[in-house]
T-cell receptor, first 112, second 112 residues
């Protein structure tokens, strides 16, 4: 079974630029999460999708972050404009059962 | 607000020794408690998980001990090996389709 795929693996941008991350979840998984992991900390939820609907985006900084899940499969997370404090690893996870989460390798974003 | 408190922040254990990582929670609605293992450059991977109807769960060298009254759970790694060197995260979630809340992580180093 293929795992969660994410791209790109690394991205370096200047502050105020925009960036987008892509995630392809495990086939058949209805739930998709985006987490932000700042160096030395645990993952923090940004947004949760169930199929193509948003379940929880209470911790998403909506003034600069946006996310969508096209046709209930792939998802993109966008930051515009980026700030220095957005430097982190952005993790996508998917699940088919309550509570579980299978993570991708993440995208390491550096904002300079 | 940190809903899951994890300690210690870092841990050094001799090869063959026992590694113990502790977590505490406040939300009594939590009823699924997984542990994740993360190697550098990789996403977190599920290691072992427990529900509150049992006090202990063992899988190979990894054991979760759960104390519902104290609202604490811990990960024990028996016969620790250098290959166990990684960052370990505890997590928790209520029942239903709600996302995991993670602790801040413990960086384990197993030295020969």
């Amino acid at each position: 079974e293929a795992g969660v795929a994410q791209s790109p693996r690394y991205k370096i941008i200047e502050k105020r630029q925009s960036v987008a991350f892509w995630c392809n979840p495990i086939s058949g998984h209805a739930t998709l999460y985006w987490y932000q992991q700042i160096l030395g900390q645990g993952p923090k939820l940004l947004i949760q999708f169930q199929n193509n609907g948003v379940v929880d985006d209470s911790q998403l900084p909506k003034d600069r972050f946006s996310a969508e899940r096209l046709k209930g499969v792939d998802s993109t997370l966008k930051i515009q404009p980026a700030k220095l404090e957005d430097s982190a690893v952005y993790l996508c996870a998917s699940s088919s059962l309550p509570g579980e989460a299978f993570f991708g390798q993440g995208t390491r974003l550096t904002v300079v | 607000q940190q809903q899951v408190k994890q300690s210690p922040q870092s841990l050094i254990v001799q090869k063959g020794g026992i590694s113990i990582i502790n977590c505490a929670y406040e939300n009594t609605a939590f009823d699924y408690f997984p542990w994740y293992q993360q190697f550098p450059g990789k996403g977190p991977a599920l290691l072992i998980a427990i529900r509150p109807d049992v006090s202990e769960k063992k899988e190979g060298r990894f054991t979760i001990s759960f104390n519902k009254s104290a609202k604490q759970f811990s990960l024990h790694i028996m016969d620790s090996q250098p290959g166990d060197s990684a960052t370990y995260f505890c997590a928790a979630t209520p029942s239903g389709n709600t996302p995991l809340v993670f602790g801040k992580g413990t960086r384990l180093s197993v030295i020969a």
